[in-house]
């Protein structure tokens, strides 16, 4: 059960850091947020979460699971709760920029 609790604190963590890789990475190259890319962030999010699986697992984050197919998933995992992540705080970010206009 630990190492469950674990796994899913630290996807939960590496997610946020996909969100803000992949923001700052789609801020610097389409600042005008070109709807035809969404495709591409969508795919660097998955890949970055992969790439935190694989790196994490060597550092000893994901030693339970080794590398392999289930290090794989667990990045595809991370892409998504990244997603997730990016809509939490886009609402918040839109939420504190109505507040400061009508105040």
Known sequence: MENLIMVLVSVAG????V???VDGVRNAVD???NPRYKVAWNALAFISGVGMAYIWG?????VILGAGPTTFGTGLL????????????D???TKATQIKLNS
């Open 19 to 21: 969100t803000k890789i």
């Open 91 to 93: 609402l918040i970010s």
């Open 58 to 62: 060597d550092w000893g984050g994901f």
């Open 78 to 89: 991370i892409g998504a709760v990244a997603s997730g992540w990016h809509e939490g705080l």
């Open 14 to 17: 590496l997610g946020l850091v």
């Open 31 to 33: 600042p005008e947020d």
